[in-house]
């Protein structure tokens, strides 16, 4: 296609892939996605001339773009990756009049507000109060902790490291599972159990407990094995797991007032809903002594949208909040 109208770029980079897309002016909705390997291309400019290439564009007016990175000084360097960029540098690269970058799960908050209902699937909760502020969390690589405050006109994103906060344990074996990642990593945040790593940390935990031998050793197979019932010790841990997750996210949602909402996002728990809805997670979340009733009116929804990410970016753009 040609310029015919303003276009611009938005993208959701990870370690892995670069999710690109285009916007029209005062949209939200992606079009011409591409899911580039970030390990093809030498830096983050290759990547967008090959983008716009295939997409047949010549040029769009601005772009967004989402990194699973800190952003500092106007300097990109990528976690888990190669990719390292300035960001006035590469807006003048390619002539943009404006180019925003920001952490990956600000655009996931940011992405809720425009993710469809056929894409939410309800877990627990009554109807809550949709004025009030919402919670984001997801484990994926990380765990990625956010939240939306309303304002007078929209919803400023909140920039967390609620991933990072101490793993509390509330029950005997829990306190082993500190031990043995204690001794593994020294400070145990929740983030060391509730991400993708985390699940095989839990794992093998549950293991070393038990006395018996993990020979999974990947929270993909640890997963298949959980939901075939194959594995009884896999089973186990992801039950956990969705217990942990239920109390973390009821920690947070009372933390920040989230009325309006538990949102779950991320590469990990959309695999699993029926799973997730069937475990303990719902009475972990809302077993928070003489708040229950707060956390039982509180609805948690699992985000099913592919590309949450991708519409953040474009919320971006025109949010004046970020």
């Not at 469809?116 to 997801?138: F, M, N, W, Y």
């Not at 991933?163 to 001794?183: N, Q, T, Y």
């Not at 020294?186 to 935990?205: D, K, M, P, T, W």
């Not at 293991?207 to 186990?236: F, H, K, W, Y």
Request: proline letters at 5%.
């Amino acid at each position: 296609m040609t310029l015919t109208e303003e276009l611009a770029l938005v993208g959701d980079i990870g370690g892995t892939n670069a999710r690109l897309a285009l916007v029209k002016a005062g949209e939200v909705r992606p079009s011409a996605v591409e899911i580039l390997p970030c390990s093809e291309y030498e830096n983050l400019d290759a990547a967008v001339v090959d983008y716009l290439r295939r997409a047949g564009v010549d040029h769009v007016t601005k772009a967004c773009l989402a990194v699973a990175s800190p952003v500092r000084g106007g300097q990109v360097r990528m976690t888990n990756n190669h990719w390292r960029f300035t960001i006035e540098d590469t807006r003048q690269q390619f002539d943009w009049r404006e180019f925003k970058v920001i952490n990956d799960f600000t655009a996931m908050a940011l992405g809720v507000l425009h993710v469809k209902p056929e894409h939410q699937t309800r877990i627990c909760g009554g109807s809550g109060d949709p004025a009030r502020a919402k919670l984001v969390i997801g484990p994926g690589t990380g765990l990625g902790v956010s939240g939306l405050v309303p304002i007078r006109d929209g919803w400023v994103p909140l920039m967390t490291e609620g991933g990072h906060v101490d793993f509390a344990p509330v029950d005997d074996r829990e306190m082993a599972i500190l031990r043995i990642l204690r001794a593994r990593f020294g400070r145990v945040s929740v983030e060391r159990i509730l991400c993708g790593q985390g699940l095989l940390n839990l794992y093998q935990a549950h293991a070393e407990i038990d006395g018996v031998a993990a020979p999974l050793n990947s929270p993909e197979l640890i997963t298949a094995a959980a939901l075939e019932a194959s594995d009884p010790l896999a089973r186990g841990a992801l039950r956990h797991f969705c217990e942990m997750l239920g109390r973390v996210a009821g920690n947070a949602a009372l933390t920040i007032g989230a009325l309006g909402g538990v949102y779950i996002c991320g590469g990990i728990v959309p695999r699993f809903v029926e799973f997730l809805a069937e475990s303990n997670f719902r009475t972990a979340f809302e077993d928070k002594g003489r708040m229950r009733p707060l956390m039982q009116s509180t609805p948690v929804f699992v985000v099913t949208e592919p590309y949450t990410g991708l519409l953040g970016a474009a919320e971006a753009l025109v949010n004046t909040e970020v």
